[in-house]
């Protein structure tokens, strides 16, 4: 067991310093580690989660757990030009940094905004977007429930929710080669890359004993959104989720 996951049994507040502390630490190294491991997959998860949140002129969004932001950018290339915004919200200080790099290089910031905050408690009034997304962030929220029901809480009425989550295949035989690479080979090429002991051995790990499918359809559910749906992407290994907010 490593450090995180004793943690995890502790406070929410523990758990929390712990990811932050994690993911600033392998944050220079997190966007190519995500290509690279991913074999480049991770952009079309992100464009999928991406077009079924459909972003129209004039629409304001909130990417949770933003990281490097590069769902924010995927959702100002794809709405209409120039025409939508979205806040990132992230609580790690270097992710947000690198950020604000990558947006500021692309010329985008007029159009995302970054702040400092954490998923359990969002820096913001109610019914004010009228999307929310967070990819790959909410299996590492220290209180995932109270976090879908933060981004409810900042949701219009009628308004979208899309989550992209880990998961593992189904079909038995793919689980067996996927559990190979994402238990065996992952996390050894992501500590020598990263220097982190164990970012990436956290992430299997999470990922095995986080609610999926339908489980986690159901915390959507409990939350408020209706309409919940789940679509398997790339042989079930990534989850892509929707809700809505009741009218
Ligand atoms: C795996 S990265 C995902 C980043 C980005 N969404 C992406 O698609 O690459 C997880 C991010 O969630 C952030 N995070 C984890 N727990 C958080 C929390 N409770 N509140 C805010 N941010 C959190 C981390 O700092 C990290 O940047």
Redesign the pocket.
């Known amino acids: 067991m490593n450090d995180l996951m004793i943690e995890r049994m502790e406070t929410p507040a523990a758990l ?1 310093r712990q ?2 502390k994690m ?2 630490d392998i ?1 220079p190294r ?1 966007d190519f580690l ?1 290509r690279f491991l991913s074999c480049g997959q ?1 952009r079309y998860w ?1 464009k999928r989660a991406v077009s079924r949140l459909a972003p129209h002129a004039g629409e304001r969004f909130l ?9 924010a950018l995927e959702i100002v290339r794809k709405g209409p030009k120039d025409s939508v915004r979205v806040v990132g ?4 200080e270097k ?1 947000l940094e690198l950020a604000q790099e990558k947006i500021n290089s692309q010329g985008k910031n007029h159009s995302i905004q970054l702040k400092s ?4 408690n969002l820096p913001f009034e109610d019914s004010c977007f009228d999307g929310t997304t ?4 909410i299996r ?3 209180d995932v429930k109270q ?1 879908l029901c933060e981004m409810y809480r900042v949701l219009k009425p009628g308004g979208r929710c899309v989550i ?1 989550e880990f998961a593992l295949p189904q079909n038995s035989i793919l689980k067996a080669f996927y559990r190979f690479y994402f238990e065996l080979l992952l996390p050894r090429i992501g500590r020598l890359i990263s220097k982190h002991p164990s970012a990436y051995t956290y992430l299997p790990e999470t990922v095995a004993s986080f609610p999926v499918r339908k489980e986690f359809s159901n915390l959507m559910q409990q939350a408020g959104f209706r309409d919940v749906a789940y679509q398997e992407l790339t042989f079930g290994v990534v989850i892509l989720y929707t809700g809505l907010k009741q009218v």
């Open positions: 929390n990811v932050q993911f600033s944050a997190y995500n991770d992100r990417d949770v757990a933003t990281g490097t932001a590069d769902v919200v992230d609580f790690s992710m905050g954490s998923a359990e967070t990819a790959f962030g590492n929220f220290s976090s992209l």
